[in-house]
């Protein structure tokens, strides 16, 4: 069976940390783009970071550059983002998403995904 899956997401307080996961079955996660995005209520969906097939090249988001931090595990077919430094403006339901090649400057827009997990919620709150 084909799926992606979130996980890793909770409560936190300001300025704490969480790591998302997001691991695949039955397709090798390593041979494809992968990006997280995250969508807060009532707003729309917002591309966060993605690591990129070809080249392995990493981006961010201007609002978490220098505070999350994407990576792939091979080994285990996943891929992760290190959330630091959390603000309540980070709380939404993250979602990972897959593609095949693609150019850098479109990694943002959600139709050039094939593939969505079903997101976990990360909520930033004292």
């Known amino acids: 069976q084909v799926q992606l899956v979130e996980s890793g997401g909770g409560l936190v307080q300001p300025g704490g940390s969480l790591r998302l996961s997001c691991a695949a079955s039955?397709?090798?996660?390593?041979?494809?783009?992968v990006a997280w995005f995250r969508r807060a209520p009532g707003k729309e969906r917002e591309g966060v970071s993605c690591?990129?097939?070809?080249?392995?090249?990493?981006h961010y988001a201007d609002s978490v550059k220098g505070r999350f931090s994407i990576s792939r595990d091979t080994a285990r077919n996943a891929v992760y983002l290190q959330m630091n430094s959390l603000k309540p403006e980070d709380t939404a339901v993250y979602y990972c998403?897959?593609?095949?090649?693609?150019?850098?400057?479109?990694?943002?827009?959600?139709?050039?995904?094939?593939?969505w997990g079903q997101g976990t919620q990360v909520t930033v709150s004292s």
């Open positions: 998403a897959t593609a095949g090649d693609m150019d850098p400057p479109y990694w943002t827009s959600p139709p050039e995904y094939d593939f």
């Open positions: 039955g397709f090798t996660l390593a041979y494809y783009t």
């Open positions: 690591i990129m097939v070809t080249d392995g090249s990493t």
